[in-house]
């Protein structure tokens, strides 16, 4: 089993809707969650850490963490052709700093 | 306040040969990590450095790879020999307190 598993997609959604972005991790004792966007060519770019049960709220963007399901979750809102990327959830997975990411989902936002 | 600085940004070599890459992480920030990142997948992480001590190599493999910090502000990974399946992007990144990681932008190697 992957410590970190994202659907690789890609997810396909029309401009102005919300994607939808899943990631589920393996370790009962991982503390920090985080989502990374990577556009093609460029290093991971961070836009969400989450670190207790519940939703956070970052202007579209919302993290959602439930720790009972080992669930994380990005919710993007009124999306855009620019919101095109893939996105990576990272995991702490208790130990010192260390992160450990899924494979990424890519985001398709059509016109 | 600048970001995390790499070099080079692109490099080919061909296998059996050496390669080394350069960071210089976000000022003030004492954690610094390697991550390989091969085409569609994740970065995974080789080293990771507390000042110039090594926190966690474990998946760095130590027959071809290494890397130091002497001073505890940049670093350098080298490669020796080179492999065909070292081809990666190999990125930087460094954080100050807690876990949020910053990353550079990068070498994108490519060994032939």
């Known amino acids: 089993q992957k410590e970190v598993e994202q659907n690789s997609g890609p997810l396909s959604v029309p401009e102005g809707a919300i994607a939808s972005l899943n990631c589920t991790y393996s370790?009962?004792?991982?503390?920090?969650f985080f989502w990374y966007r990577q556009y093609s060519g460029k290093s991971p770019e961070l836009i969400m850490s989450?670190?207790?049960?519940g939703d956070k709220e970052d202007g579209r963007f919302t993290a959602q963490l439930n720790k009972a399901s080992q669930y994380v979750s990005l919710l993007i809102r009124d999306s855009h052709p620019s919101d095109s990327a893939t996105y990576l959830c990272?995991?702490?997975?208790?130990?010192?700093?260390?992160?450990?990411f899924g494979t990424g989902t890519r985001l398709q936002v059509t016109l | 306040e600048a970001g995390v600085a790499q070099s080079p940004r692109y490099k080919i070599i061909e296998k059996r040969q050496s390669v080394a890459f350069w960071c210089n992480p976000i000022s003030g920030h004492a954690t610094l990590y390697w991550y390989q990142q091969i085409l569609g997948q994740g970065p995974k992480l080789l080293i990771q450095?507390?000042?110039?001590?090594?926190?966690?190599d474990s998946q760095l493999p130590k027959d071809r790879f290494s890397a130091e910090r002497l001073k505890g502000v940049d670093s350098t990974l080298k490669i020796q020999p080179a492999k065909l399946e070292d081809s990666a992007v190999y990125l930087c990144a460094s954080t100050a307190v807690g876990y949020e990681q910053y990353f550079g932008p990068g070498t994108r190697l490519t060994v032939t």
């Open positions: 450095f507390q000042n110039n001590g090594v926190v966690d």
């Open positions: 370790d009962r004792v991982s503390q920090s």
């Open positions: 989450i670190y207790s049960n």
């Open positions: 990272a995991v702490n997975p208790g130990t010192a700093s260390k992160l450990t």
